[in-house]
């Protein structure tokens, strides 16, 4: 579905504040006697957090979801509690806070801007950080799920489309893989006035809210009609009115009568993960910030395997756009950018450059290829003159860019709760309890492994699928400040990609990279130095005649891809105490964050922040992975 920005008119208020009216609703976004007041009366003390915050047990995530999210009003009020109680030290250990939210019609971001102007230079610590947090990772307008990382202990999806579908998705997404949440603690019933927006009040909605709550949800709405109150009775709430904000009279509070509690799950204390490639160091990264002891495994030191090159190409390849919220490449690159972004403290891991892509390898004309990336957002790709003449199409990806594996490395392993260990795994044992590793140079014991190997995961379980190995060949040269000065100032992406990169050896430019397959030798190889030249002069002569390179001057690196038949990675639950997270082919810099914050969420019992669909395509077990590849695939 193509998301639309919110169409609003702007009046003011008594107290001089600016104010959004949807024109589409014909209703305002927040209170005229004090919005953020409203929302704290409403839904924060409604659903009684200030007493349940501070009674959170020691790690426990508490979950709330509301029915419009709108200028992000009712999730800066409930921040605004959890950063009080914390900054007083009313939190117990570890506790995080996870919000969701749906929105049909979200707000553009300068309109978001402007609805917040009068809480943005707040003396309150809580609402402004909050607010700068919300505003530099404010989604882009596509179908789905947007994973924001507020804070450490603060995450906010935001569910871009029809609330109902946006349930719907949640609710089959929590069923893969017989994955099961502790589901959500308090709700938001927000929306424009039901007699406005009727969709938000739709008896088929509240089903889908008792779907998706734990045994102990409650719920807090500003309206005090009676079929609301009667529709949410029907799905299993105790409804009760309550006085209302303002000029409001009454407004509803429910419970969800479930008598008895689930059993919980047990959340490991310690996982060990099996390579320090890309996957392992982000899948250890996801699960230390939430509490969890890891230690990382691998016989080289990270970044290993296909992860360790001077640096990577961060972009994505783009689908048709109707199948956007539902392709990983998309939904990855959009979520990985987010995540680079928060590590790049010392601007030295993430260089956000914006790359030219010519969307090659392709057989389209340009007027397809035109017509394919037109409904995009300007801001993740569009059509740019052309620079280069033998192409068909110049389009450019403003966050794109590269990154330093080496970098991306220290900046985890900074982690407390992450330790790196040299150590040669061969086998995984599972037992009641847990697992235990066998290597070359002795034992470890864990709660659960997640095996990040890349194409040498199957060899440690039968249970996983062995994957095509293809031999990719990156070439390298130095290069004097004149040359480097006229060199493209943005990598480029052909049938292959290159880029110049000033970072620790000096100046240089990388071609990449050959692509050999059933090959697991590394040794550098005069011919792929040869190929990757060969490629970089039949798509940019200018610069082959700028560079003019030889290869008695180029360096290069040799690894090993792991590529499934269907080029999705593996990410899930592969035994008891085993997981996997590997097969990403060329794309592990633009798949690992999103898949190990699926995994993460899998393990901690956490509500999915991808659609079904999406999680289908990388279960481990799914039917394209039941036959091992034939002599013909390889």
Known sequence: MKIQHASLDWKIDHLGNTVPISNHFDDVYFSHAGGLDESHHVFVEGNQLTHRFGTLSECQTFVVAETGFGTGLNFLATYQLWYKLKSQGNLATGVRLHFISTEKFPLSRSDLIKALKAWQHSHDDGISTAIKSLIDNYPLPLAGCHRIHVCDDVM?????????????????????????TFGVNAWFLDGFAPSKNDDLWSNELFELIKLLSAHDATLATFTAAGFVRRGLQAVGFNMTKNKGFGRKREMLTGKLSMTQAPCPSHTPKHIAVI?????????????????????????????SGASGNPCAMFAPKLSA??????????????????FYERLNSDGDLYDCSGVLDFLLPTKKSHDKLSTMIAPYPNELIHEISAIYPNQIIHTYISKAGLIFPKNLAKAILKHSLISFRQFSAHTVIEHADGVKIVGDCGELNADKVIISSGHESHLLTPKLFNPRKIRGQVSWLSVNDDIYSKLPTHPIKYDGYCAKYNHESGKSFLIGASFVR???????????????????ANNLPAITDLIKPAITDLQGRASIRAQTPDYHPIVGQIDQHSYAMYGMGSKGFTFAPFCAEILAAMITHEMLPASHELLKKIEPNRPRLANPITDHEI
């Open 275 to 303: 390579g320090a490639g890309v996957s392992g160091l982000c899948i250890a990264h996801a699960l230390a910030c939430r509490g969890i002891k890891v230690t990382l495994l691998d016989k080289h030191t990270p970044p």
């Open 156 to 180: 906010l999806d935001l569910w871009l489309g029809d609330a109902l579908d946006s349930f719907q998705s949640m609710h089959q997404a929590n069923q893969t893989q017989h994955h099961t």
């Open 518 to 536: 059933n090959c697991t030798d590394t040794k550098i190889s005069l011919v792929e130095h040869q190929f990757n030249l060969d490629k970089l």
């Open 321 to 338: 756009f109707e199948q956007a919220d539902h392709h990983l490449s998309t939904v990855a690159f959009l979520y990985a950018a987010r």
